[in-house]
């Protein structure tokens, strides 16, 4: 049998209200339209519903065994509908984001707190971890938007963030280090903490460097840009990183100095899946996270 919730609130209807009358107003349909879904619903149960009277509409003994079940299953399916609803409503309202480290735990915890006093509803999950790994979550569907230095991915929606300049770095007690800005060609002959080869960061720092006939030693070569400031704090060597690592320094006995002769900008973009929909808020947490950089990045030069 294949009855329809539609047929069985009109049967519990017209049973509540004794009245194929009020029983279609009620369901907002007329008498005759509810009398051919009970017609429907008994012609399927091989018996009838309700004795009909000019004056009176009670239901039959078959009708009676039927009305407790009814109820019972209407009340279990509004439930159940409602439960689900409450999870899809709230699936819908999370955002799964990853970021690199240094934005993950310089940045976005505090921008994350301050977002939620004007969208609550909203969650957000974090996930930080390296660009590639980032760039196949976001393509496998486990994040729903990334953040970070990325090239070109087919089936990628890649949309600029932020425009930032890329920085030196020098431990706090070299004299060199309180400059507001340094040309290329000074590095000439320093010790450098680098990032890997493969790093699209560092791709853009050698690239610099041999145009500007620049050479530098290697000290040391590190995964991460939370390292090489540690490092150079340190005292082990100096850096280039992008501006964005303002905000780890400013924690840190290092002082930063925009690179001119050229200057040389590095894009951070938000990526996403182009074949789905953000969630809902994923868009108003993007207008505010960039104003949320642009707070300490815009004052300090480094956009």
Known sequence: MNFSSRQLHAFLLVARHRSFTRAAHALFITPSGLSVLIKELETQLGFRLFDRTTRHVVPTSYGSEMLPLVQKTLSELETATARIGRSATRASQSLALGAPPLISANVLPQAIKEFREYYPELRIRLFDGIQSEILQMVESGKLDMGLGVFGATPGIRRTPFFRFSLMVIRADNDAAAHRASATWSSLQGETMISLPASSPIQ???????TKAGVVCRN??????????????????????IPAF???AVRNRHVVMSRLVSPVVNLDFFQISDRGKTLPSG????????KS?????AGRSNAL
């Open 292 to 296: 949320y950089i642009s707070r300490w």
């Open 245 to 247: 690592g303002l905000a």
């Open 203 to 209: 791709k853009m720092v050698d690239k610099h460097l």
């Open 219 to 240: 000290a040391a070569v590190v995964n991460l840009l939370d390292t090489q400031i540690a490092m150079v704090e340190a005292g082990e060597g100096i850096a280039v």
């Open 282 to 289: 994923a868009n108003e947490f993007t207008a505010f996270l």
